[in-house]
């Protein structure tokens, strides 16, 4: 049973930065890890992933050349680096990991594909 833990998240102003952790207890070498956020009153949105070994990322057109995500794979541990922070960027934001074969860059932002999820950090954007 593979376990996400988020942390980073918090108050934040506009236009400041942050970065998110996402740090699992078991082997993900075969998991793609995502990133997806979910506002008040919105669906769960996916705005980025990172593969297992092939490095390849993906991002939503809403953060691409804000949000950039990288993994080191010795501590277990995916980050999500968030520039340029909007008032639109508050959510909760959860990781979650899933097989590396079923995701691709076509469907990473579904979120039946990931079969572990996080409990989220929540991300508030405020002046």
């Known amino acids: 049973q593979l376990q996400l833990v988020e942390s980073g998240g918090g108050l934040v102003q506009p236009g400041t930065s942050l970065r998110l952790s996402c740090t699992a207890s078991?082997?993900?070498?075969?998991?793609?890890i995502g990133w997806f956020r979910q506002a008040p009153g919105k669906e769960r949105e996916g705005v980025s992933c990172i593969g297992s070994s092939d490095g390849n990322s993906y991002y939503s057109d809403s953060v691409k050349g804000r949000f950039t995500i990288s993994r080191d794979n010795a501590k277990n541990t995916v980050y999500l680096q968030i520039n340029s922070l909007t008032p639109e960027d508050t959510a909760v934001y959860y990781c979650?990991?899933?097989?590396?074969?079923?995701?691709?860059?076509?469907?990473?932002?579904?979120?039946?594909?990931?079969?572990?999820w996080g409990q989220g950090t929540q991300v508030t954007v405020s002046s």
């Open positions: 078991g082997f993900t070498g075969y998991h793609a």
């Open positions: 979650a990991a899933g097989w590396a074969h079923a995701i691709s860059s076509t469907s990473w932002t579904y979120p039946a594909l990931y079969n572990y």
